[in-house]
């Protein structure tokens, strides 16, 4: 399906949608108690600057590791809340939330880049930042550094001290086969509603997807939802139900951080049926229609619920820790105690 070309149309569908989906701009969601705009202004004043820095060499010589710093960001949050859980390696208790199944495709350089800007961070301010704050700032450099907007991103998260159990990380993590009615309800449980939840999916405005992803969709059956051309190409990437080929999330413009995506689900080329089926769901059609005509809408609300949901079960505080590395709790490591668990955090709520 392709968009009229009837200015006056458009204005009455993006009015419309807009009384529909709430989804006109908004400020900021309130501050979990804790967080703080400007929490290293005083302990790492530089911090911003050199992931940043950092950030744009890894982009410039793999503009595809944004997409992975960013599906990281919302994987840490969606178990368990955004305290870098998913950044931990497995011990003794038993497998870490990476080798649950919706994990094993987050890409092993994200977390190899989370650490090294750890060690960055750390080697410049001592060991204050969290690497949960670093996952949630790298995720907005992510966003910003491939095209999108750029926003503050509300500091102090502290550092879990346990992972999540595999059972849990299946049961947060919705499957890309999900339809949108289960999308809405695992959303809700987290206070997340139909326009956060359509907004955050841009997301996958840039990245890849794997063919057992979205195989059930072209085999043995082709989903009617799907354009035939789009159907087509894809089969020539996944040939069989057994192919383990990638592809891009958005075929419009793949690494760039745009609307295009939800232009992508108004003509049937949502890659996902957790994507396209928020075409094809009453709930949540007027919300894409939305986003695809107005990029600028769609910014503002991606910022508003990546904020919202970059506040998720936190820890802050005296709860959690300072993690020497990412990948390891203090305990089972070298340092036992954070740097920062008997000083006043820079805080000014």
């Known amino acids: 399906m392709a968009f009229s070309s009837s200015s006056s149309l458009i204005y009455v569908l993006l009015i419309s949608s807009l009384v529909l989906c709430s989804c006109e701009y908004q400020d900021s969601p309130p501050l979990v108690k804790g967080l703080s705009w400007t929490f290293y202004k005083t302990k790492c004043p530089k ?86 704050d670093l996952t949630a700032i790298a995720a907005r450099d992510s966003v910003h550094l491939s095209g999108g907007p750029d926003y503050d991103v509300p500091l102090g998260r502290r550092d879990g001290l346990t992972f999540a159990t595999r059972d849990a990380t299946v049961a947060n993590l919705p499957a890309p086969t999900s339809n949108a009615s289960v999308l809405i309800t695992s959303l809700a449980t987290k206070n997340l509603d139909a326009t956060d939840l359509v907004a955050l999916s841009g997301g996958h405005t840039i990245g890849i997807g794997h063919c057992a992803s979205f195989i059930e969709r072209l085999y043995p059956t082709q989903d009617p939802t799907m354009d035939e051309t789009f159907a087509e190409d894809l089969k020539e990437t996944c040939p069989t139900e057994n192919s383990n080929s990638t592809t891009v999330l958005d075929t419009r413009t793949p690494n760039k951080f745009d609307n295009k995506y939800y232009v992508d689900l108004v003509n049937r080329q949502g890659l996902f049926t957790s994507d396209q089926d928020l075409y094809t769901d009453g709930r949540t059609r007027p919300i894409v229609e939305s986003f695809a005509n107005n990029q600028k809408l769609f910014f503002e609300n991606f910022v508003y619920s990546m904020v919202k949901m970059g506040q998720l079960s936190l820890l802050t505080g005296k709860h959690g820790e300072v993690r020497a590395n990412c990948s390891v709790r203090n305990s089972d490591g070298p340092y036992i105690s954070s740097v920062v668990d008997d000083d006043e955090a820079d805080s000014e709520l």
């Open 47 to 132: 911090l911003e600057s050199i992931v940043r820095k950092h950030l744009r060499k890894v982009f410039h010589e793999d503009i595809g590791q944004a997409a992975g710093l960013l599906r990281l960001h919302f994987h840490d949050c969606f178990v368990q809340g955004c305290d870098g859980s998913v950044l931990l390696d497995g011990s003794a208790s038993g497998p870490s939330e990476k080798d649950a199944p919706p994990n094993l495709s987050l890409r092993a350089e994200a977390f190899e880049i989370i650490n090294d800007l750890r060690e960055l961070v750390h080697n410049e301010c001592g060991r204050v930042v969290s690497c949960a």
